[in-house]
C-alpha cells in the first residue's frame, strides 16, 4: 500500500560546511526593551548621541519554487527584515540585510522608518551569500535622493567580548516602529546557520 504525501519533495542532504562564529544574546528574559529615556541615558554614558536612522525595514515579495512540480511556483507572499545602511571602501552606499530575508524574493523594496520621507525604494540584490545568511542590497536611489538625506553609514566593527551589554535595533517581528533591544553576549562559537542547511 502506498501513501501519496502533499508538499515539497525533500532538498537533498549536504555536507555540513564550518561555519564563522555566532554571537549569542542572553535569553529573552534577559533582554530588555529600552524606553525613549534609558536610550538618552545610554547616549549620556556613551558621551555621543546613537543613531539608528541607518537600520532600515526591508520588504520583500516571494516566490517559493515548488520542488514537487518544477515546471510551478508556490503562491505569491510577502516578508519584512531588517537591514543597515553600511558604506564600502569606494564609497557606495548598501544595506546589510539577512540573505534569509531576500530568499525567494521576485521584488524588494527599502523604507527608513522615522525618516522625513518615509517612501518605500526598490532594491535589488548586489551580492549574497547564503552560507553566512548574509546578503547586500543596492537600492534603486541615487546618493542625492531624499533616501540618503542626513544619514550616517554604520561603522563595522570587531565582534563584541563574552559578557559585552549589546543594543540591538530592527523590526524583528515586523511592526511598524524601530524595536531597539539591550542584551548581552552570553555565547560565542561556531554553529551551523539554520538557513545554510
Not at 526591508?58 to 516566490?63: C, D, E, I, K, S
Amino acid at each position: 500500500m502506498s501513501e501519496e504525501v502533499d508538499g515539497p519533495a525533500p532538498r537533498p542532504a549536504q555536507q555540513p560546511q564550518p561555519q564563522p562564529p555566532q554571537q549569542q544574546l542572553s535569553p529573552p528574559s534577559a533582554r530588555h526593551v529600552l524606553s525613549e529615556e534609558e536610550l538618552h541615558e545610554l547616549e549620556a554614558e556613551a558621551g555621543e548621541e546613537l543613531r539608528f536612522d541607518n537600520v532600515v525595514k526591508v520588504f520583500a515579495t516571494v516566490q517559493e519554487p515548488d520542488f514537487a512540480t518544477p515546471w510551478q511556483t508556490l503562491g505569491v507572499g510577502s516578508a519584512t527584515g531588517s537591514g543597515v545602511v553600511i558604506e564600502t571602501d569606494d564609497g557606495r552606499l548598501l544595506i546589510l540585510t539577512a540573505a534569509h530575508v531576500i530568499s525567494d524574493a521576485t521584488f524588494l523594496q527599502c523604507q527608513r522608518v522615522g525618516a522625513e520621507n518615509p517612501d518605500k525604494h526598490i532594491a535589488t540584490v548586489f551580492a549574497v551569500r547564503h552560507e553566512c545568511d548574509l546578503a547586500l542590497l543596492e537600492v534603486e536611489a541615487g546618493k542625492d535622493s531624499e533616501f540618503w538625506h542626513d544619514l550616517e553609514p554604520a561603522r563595522l566593527a570587531e565582534v563584541p567580548s563574552l559578557r559585552s551589554v549589546v543594543l540591538v535595533a530592527g523590526f524583528p517581528v515586523g511592526g511598524e516602529e524601530l524595536s531597539i533591544t539591550e542584551g548581552v553576549v552570553s555565547r560565542i562559537e561556531g554553529q551551523p546557520y539554520s538557513h545554510s542547511q
